[in-house]
């Protein structure tokens, strides 16, 4: 037993043992081999940062509405029940917020929370079955766990002339979402002036 890093369980599978099969005497060819992987998961934040923003909006047009000051059509509901709705929505954009940041600075806290959110979205069959697995397969998988160690902090803190290039599809994708997001955001607000 005296060969087992104490950091190591000596009881968890070969498979498991994130830091098991990694050279940490290169750290450019570690964060080369982790860079995309790394990259994914700072995605699922930004993707949880959207919806906190989000979630953030909604929470004051509903508290809005239940204090009087937005009139939506449509808006049946008693005051109080919105401004509770509104609280609750105000609630998850901060947890979703904090998260979003913690997992893009591959902080464990936000990982933990988001693997909630993910549980509870696998019983969204099918889409939302398929986006919660990708996602816990991106936190918990091998290179997940490795991602997440302080071992790895050490070599991006080694290696800070390594960046991963984003793909010119891929903000051309998020810049018709935030459009979209956008245009039905400011749809909304129209109609309910009539």
């Given amino acids: 037993m005296s060969n087992v890093p104490p950091t190591d369980n000596p009881y968890a599978s070969p498979l498991f043992s994130s830091r098991a099969a990694v ?7 570690v ?6 992987h790394e990259a ?6 930004l993707l949880y940062l959207l919806g906190g923003t989000v979630s953030l909006i909604l929470s004051l047009v509903y508290i809005g509405m239940g204090a009087g000051v937005v009139t939506l059509s ?8 919105l401004i509770v709705v ?45 986006i919660s697995g990708f ?19 050490e070599v991006i803190k080694a290696t800070p002339h390594i960046k991963y290039k984003t793909s010119i599809v891929v903000w051309i994708l998020l810049g018709l979402l935030l ?3 956008g245009v039905g955001l400011f749809a909304t607000l129209a109609d309910s002036n009539y």
């Fill in 23 to 29: 050279d940490l005497s290169s750290p450019d060819a």
């Fill in 74 to 81: 449509g808006a049946e509901l008693s005051r109080r029940m």
């Fill in 179 to 181: 459009l979209f997001l």
């Fill in 86 to 130: 509104g609280i609750v929505f105000f609630a998850m954009s901060i947890v979703q917020l904090y998260s979003g940041i913690s997992i893009r600075k591959l902080g464990s806290t936000g990982r933990i929370i988001i693997t909630v959110f993910s549980v509870i979205g696998l019983l969204g069959v099918p889409v939302g079955t398929l």
């Fill in 31 to 36: 964060r080369n081999k982790y860079l995309k």
């Fill in 40 to 45: 994914s998961v700072k995605s699922v934040g």
């Fill in 135 to 153: 996602i816990l397969y991106l936190l918990w998988s091998q290179k997940g766990n490795f991602v997440f160690t302080t071992e790895y902090q």
